[in-house]
Structure formats: structure tokens, C-alpha cells
């Protein structure tokens, strides 16, 4: 085939998907630009917006055709830097470590360089809250291939947990977290043995119906849940018992380290309580991928039938997944209800187990590094469009497509095992 007729199918074929995509673009945007309300003498009018609809189809049409231009020059870059360097340079580990590194270096030392910026702060805490739930949810989906749709269900077992010990029985916040982690756990195996036998889609259905009957167990019994108020006046966490509070019955951490009490001094601690519990929620997950029961996770996630032809106890595997990934989701959910204060639940919804599970394939299956990033632009940028207004949300969708569009395995794509054969790192 000659290259004038190569470039006329191509132009044809650009064209034709364009014009597919202006067509989605114009069934979407019909009722969220073309038309609107406004009040008139007799109550709400509605009014088109034709020409802002008209712009933002041509808008979508050639910005189709620009992105399918990007994306050709970009394979052809990433060939030629695969011909020009060895694999063995560009999937080394070396890099990521160095990158991990630099992460926790700033995460540190971020309430230093952001100091008397609360937004920032908190904004950084949410970040690493969703990086303990991704880690956690990455056990699951990313290590031992099992699709899990009703993740958040296990924050809030930790969540109501302490929220439930602390209010009615007294219990403190370190008291909560390994109660909250077992409990957590014990659901885990609850949800995972029912579900051995299923996989993909199904799998996916099942554990999505155990996350609403979570939720609607906490709407509906209220004697215990406290129903659709949730749970108010939720005691925050300590510093070795001292409260972090301008006063109290008895020494305070501002009266025995001699401060004067500051309201950011809370929010400064409890952004270095919940980064202490994701390093060692990623040092737990580092070290179970290199045991016996890591690599067996990787082995199900590959192939499950030559599992159970080598001996491999597949169902135990699979619950230990699961507890894992649900035990770590309560430690968060405890910090979550410490942080908050207070918890219903409207905070666990579906769309939370799709943001965690958006933030695992976002980042990479099975990468921990890549979970950090996903959740930082999954936090960052919703913040950063609220300038938009009504706009927000449909900016943060096209930020998602693009991302995926160009980095459709995550933005840390490359997966190999955790442990190979000696020699085997050279060749892959």
C-alpha cells in the first residue's frame, strides 16, 4: 500500500472517530450547556445555550484529532527510546527507589515548608489517607487479581468501630486501631469465603451488594449507628495521652513541652500520625510480597488453575487477600472518625470504592509508588478545579480519560514478580 493511500485511510479513520466523538460530546452536553433554567414570572424558564453547545462540540471534535496526532508521536518516541536503550536501563527498580525516597523526604518536611498553611496541610492529609486505602485495596485488586467493588465497606467497619468504642465504652484511639484492624479483617473473610468460586464480573457484583448492605445496616439501624445523624463528638487522638487541646483536667501537649497553643499543632499532628501509619502500612505490604503468602498472591493474580496444580491452597490465599486489604482499610477508617470527629453514612458510599479503586488502576496495578501519584492528582485536582464551579467535575472527567488515554496500563504500568529466578531480571 502506497503512503498516499496509508495517509488518506489514516485522515478517514481520524475523521470518522472525531466526528464519533462530537457526537458524544454534543449527547452530553445537551443538558448540562445547551440547555438551562432561570427564573422567570412564572417560576423556572428554560433557555438554550446553542452556540456554547455549538463551541463545545467543535471544541471535543478537534481536540479528538489533536490528541490521536499526540499520541502517534508518542509511540513513535516511545520505540525509538526502546530501540536506542536497553529494557534492562528503562523497567530498572533504581529510579523508583530513588523516587520513593524523595517522596517521603518531602512528605516530611512538608508542614515545614508549608508552615501556617492549613489548607495545604490537610489537603496533604486526605491525600495520604487515600494512599493508605489504595495500598490496602492494591493487596487486593493489584496483587492477587481479585476485583473488589465494596472496599469501602471496611472503612467504615473501622470507622464505626472506634467511633461506637470511643463514645459509648470510652475507648481510646490506640486502643480502637488493632480492635478496629481485626474487625475489619474478620469482615474481610466474611465477604471472601461466600466468593471463592467467582471471578471477574462476578466477583465485582458480590462485593459490590456487600458494600450497600454495609451501608444500609448503618442507615437503618439506628439504636446502635445512630442512623442516617451518624456519630457526633468522636474523640480526637492523643500524643502518649497528652490531648492536644488549649486546656484540660490535666497536662496538655502544649503545657508540657512549654508552647503556646496553637489549633494548627492538631492538624500538624495528625497529618504525621496518619503519614506514620502509611509508611507502615507500606512497609507491611513491602514485606508480605516478598513471604511465601506474597508471591502466592502474585501466582493466583497470573494463573489460578496452575496454582492448584502446583498445591497452592488457593482458597486460604484468597483470604488472606482479602483480610489483608480489609484490616488495613479499618486502620484508616479509624484515623478517619479520630480526624473527623464525626461519621455517617453519606462518607461511604459507592463512590468512594470507585475513587480507591480508580486511584489503584490509575497508579498501576501492583505499584505502590504509583498508588501515591494516583492519589495526589486524584485529591489535587478536584481542588485545584474548584475555580471552575460547574465546570469542576467535567474537567476532572477529561484530566481522567486523557491520563488513561495515554498511559492505559497506569502511570507506573510496568508489573513484573516481586521475587524471579537468578539471571531472570536481565532478560525481562
Same mark, same amino acid.
Given at each position: 500500500?502506497?503512503?498516499?493511500?496509508?495517509?488518506?485511510?489514516?485522515?478517514?479513520?481520524?475523521?470518522?472517530?472525531?466526528?464519533?466523538?462530537?457526537?458524544?460530546? +454534543? &449527547?452530553?452536553?445537551?443538558?448540562?450547556?445547551?440547555?438551562?433554567?432561570?427564573?422567570?414570572?412564572?417560576?423556572?424558564?428554560?433557555?438554550?445555550?446553542?452556540?456554547?453547545?455549538?463551541?463545545?462540540?467543535?471544541?471535543?471534535?478537534?481536540?479528538?484529532?489533536? #490528541?490521536?496526532?499526540?499520541?502517534?508521536?508518542?509511540?513513535?518516541?516511545?520505540?525509538?527510546?526502546?530501540?536506542?536503550?536497553?529494557?534492562?536501563?528503562?523497567?530498572?527498580?533504581?529510579?523508583?527507589?530513588?523516587?520513593? $525516597?524523595?517522596?517521603?523526604?518531602?512528605?516530611? =518536611?512538608?508542614?515545614?515548608?508549608?508552615? +501556617?498553611?492549613?489548607?495545604?496541610?490537610?489537603?496533604?492529609?486526605?491525600?495520604?489517607?487515600?494512599?493508605?486505602?489504595?495500598?490496602?485495596?492494591?493487596?487486593?485488586?493489584?496483587?492477587?487479581?481479585?476485583? *473488589?467493588?465494596?472496599?469501602?465497606?471496611?472503612?467504615?467497619?473501622?470507622?464505626?468501630?472506634?467511633?461506637?468504642?470511643?463514645?459509648?465504652?470510652?475507648?481510646?484511639?490506640?486502643?480502637?486501631?488493632?480492635?478496629?484492624?481485626?474487625?475489619?479483617?474478620?469482615?474481610?473473610?466474611?465477604?471472601?469465603?461466600?466468593?471463592?468460586?467467582?471471578?471477574?464480573?462476578?466477583? $465485582? @457484583?458480590?462485593?459490590?451488594?456487600?458494600?450497600?448492605?454495609?451501608?444500609? @445496616?448503618?442507615?437503618?439501624?439506628?439504636?446502635?449507628? +445512630?442512623?442516617?445523624?451518624?456519630?457526633?463528638?468522636?474523640?480526637?487522638?492523643?500524643?502518649?495521652?497528652?490531648?492536644?487541646?488549649?486546656?484540660?483536667?490535666?497536662?496538655?501537649?502544649?503545657?508540657?513541652?512549654?508552647?503556646?497553643?496553637?489549633?494548627?499543632?492538631?492538624?500538624?499532628? =495528625?497529618?504525621? &500520625? /496518619?503519614?506514620?501509619?502509611?509508611?507502615?502500612?507500606?512497609?507491611?505490604?513491602?514485606?508480605?510480597?516478598?513471604?511465601?503468602?506474597?508471591?502466592?498472591?502474585?501466582?493466583?493474580?497470573? *494463573?489460578?488453575?496452575?496454582?492448584? $496444580?502446583?498445591?497452592?491452597?488457593?482458597?486460604?490465599?484468597?483470604?488472606?487477600?482479602?483480610?489483608?486489604?480489609? #484490616?488495613?482499610?479499618?486502620?484508616?477508617?479509624?484515623?478517619?472518625?479520630?480526624?473527623?470527629?464525626?461519621?455517617?453514612?453519606?462518607?461511604?458510599?459507592?463512590?468512594?470504592? $470507585?475513587?480507591?479503586?480508580? @486511584?489503584?488502576?490509575?497508579?498501576?496495578?501492583?505499584?505502590?509508588?504509583?498508588?501515591?501519584?494516583?492519589?495526589?492528582?486524584?485529591?489535587?485536582?478536584?481542588?485545584?478545579?474548584?475555580?471552575?464551579?460547574?465546570?469542576? #467535575?467535567?474537567? !476532572?472527567?477529561?484530566?481522567?480519560? !486523557? @491520563? #488513561?488515554?495515554?498511559?492505559?496500563?497506569? =502511570? /507506573?504500568?510496568?508489573?513484573?514478580?516481586?521475587?524471579?529466578?537468578?539471571?531472570?531480571?536481565?532478560?525481562?
Amino acid at each position: 500500500m502506497s503512503s498516499t493511500v496509508m495517509q488518506e485511510t489514516n485522515l478517514h479513520f481520524r475523521v470518522k472517530d472525531a466526528l464519533g466523538a462530537a457526537l458524544v460530546a +454534543g &449527547l452530553v452536553g445537551l443538558p448540562m450547556l445547551g440547555l438551562t433554567t432561570r427564573d422567570g414570572n412564572n417560576g423556572l424558564e428554560v433557555h438554550t445555550r446553542w452556540a456554547l453547545l455549538a463551541a463545545f462540540i467543535a471544541i471535543a471534535f478537534a481536540g479528538r484529532i489533536v #490528541m490521536q496526532l499526540l499520541l502517534q508521536r508518542f509511540s513513535l518516541f516511545s520505540k525509538r527510546r526502546s530501540r536506542a536503550r536497553p529494557v534492562a536501563q528503562i523497567t530498572g527498580n533504581g529510579s523508583l527507589v530513588w523516587a520513593g $525516597a524523595g517522596c517521603v523526604a518531602f512528605a516530611v =518536611l512538608l508542614p515545614a515548608l508549608f508552615a +501556617g498553611n492549613r489548607y495545604v496541610v490537610d489537603t496533604a492529609t486526605t491525600v495520604l489517607i487515600y494512599v493508605m486505602l489504595g495500598w490496602g485495596l492494591n493487596v487486593v485488586v493489584g496483587l492477587a487479581g481479585l476485583l *473488589d467493588l465494596g472496599y469501602v465497606a471496611f472503612y467504615a467497619v473501622g470507622a464505626y468501630t472506634y467511633g461506637l468504642l470511643s463514645t459509648y465504652f470510652g475507648f481510646g484511639f490506640w486502643q480502637c486501631l488493632p480492635i478496629a484492624g481485626g474487625l475489619a479483617a474478620a469482615f474481610g473473610m466474611l465477604l471472601g469465603y461466600p466468593t471463592l468460586r467467582l471471578r471477574g464480573d462476578y466477583l $465485582a @457484583i458480590v462485593t459490590l451488594g456487600f458494600g450497600e448492605i454495609i451501608r444500609l @445496616i448503618l442507615v437503618n439501624w439506628g439504636d446502635v449507628t +445512630g442512623g442516617p445523624n451518624g456519630v457526633s463528638s468522636i474523640p480526637k487522638p492523643t500524643f502518649f495521652g497528652l490531648p492536644m487541646q488549649a486546656s484540660g483536667d490535666g497536662p496538655t501537649f502544649a503545657t508540657v513541652f512549654g508552647l503556646d497553643y496553637s489549633p494548627g499543632q492538631r492538624v500538624v499532628f =495528625l497529618y504525621y &500520625l /496518619i503519614l506514620a501509619l502509611a509508611l507502615l502500612t507500606n512497609l507491611l505490604v513491602s514485606r508480605l510480597r516478598r513471604l511465601p503468602v506474597g508471591r502466592a498472591w502474585e501466582a493466583v493474580r497470573e *494463573d489460578e488453575i496452575a496454582c492448584k $496444580a502446583m498445591g497452592i491452597n488457593v482458597t486460604n490465599v484468597k483470604l488472606s487477600a482479602f483480610a489483608t486489604g480489609a #484490616m488495613l482499610a479499618g486502620f484508616a477508617g479509624v484515623f478517619f472518625a479520630a480526624r473527623q470527629g464525626f461519621i455517617s453514612p453519606e462518607s461511604f458510599t459507592f463512590s468512594e470504592s $470507585a475513587t480507591i479503586l480508580a @486511584i489503584v488502576v490509575l497508579g498501576g496495578m501492583g505499584s505502590q509508588l504509583g498508588v501515591v501519584l494516583a492519589a495526589a492528582l486524584l485529591v489535587v485536582l478536584p481542588e485545584l478545579g474548584r475555580d471552575f464551579s460547574e465546570y469542576r #467535575m467535567l474537567l !476532572f472527567a477529561v484530566a481522567m480519560v !486523557f @491520563i #488513561m488515554v495515554v498511559r492505559p496500563g497506569g =502511570l /507506573i504500568s510496568h508489573r513484573r514478580a516481586t521475587v524471579s529466578a537468578p539471571g531472570m531480571e536481565a532478560k525481562q
